[in-house]
């Protein structure tokens, strides 16, 4: 099993920035490809980006590409999501995931309960 917990949302103005953490417990993290998908009011959950167990492959979706940055940190057990330039559109529940590292929810095992991030225009 593994636990994640989600930290760092927010209200953040149009053009702000933003950095989520998701701490991970349970069995060994740094074995695990890490995401984060986010789901707006009304839409369906969609990937944001991933990065594979070691750190050294990392993908994002085509909407936050040069924006959002993710990282981890296996000595912390934690998986960051830097987050510039917001624009109201990014307003969504993010949830972090761990497993598969690809861009299809299915893949991933363990999930965490969401933080919520609101960008006002």
């Known amino acids: 099993q593994v636990q994640l917990v989600e930290s760092g949302g927010g209200l953040v103005q149009a053009g702000g920035s933003l950095r989520l953490s998701c701490a991970a417990s349970g069995r060994t993290f740094s074995s695990y490809h890490m995401g984060w998908f986010r789901q707006a009011p009304g839409k369906e959950r969609e990937f944001v980006a991933a990065?594979?167990?070691?750190?050294?492959?990392?993908y994002y979706a085509d909407s936050v590409k040069g924006r959002f940055t993710i990282s981890r940190d296996n000595a912390k057990n934690t998986v960051y999501l830097q987050m510039h330039s917001l624009k109201p559109e990014d307003t969504a529940v993010y949830y972090c995931a761990a497993g598969g590292g690809s861009i299809a929810s299915s893949t991933y095992d363990y999930w965490g309960w969401g933080a919520q991030v609101t960008v006002s225009s």
């Open positions: 990065i594979s167990w070691s750190g050294g492959s990392t």
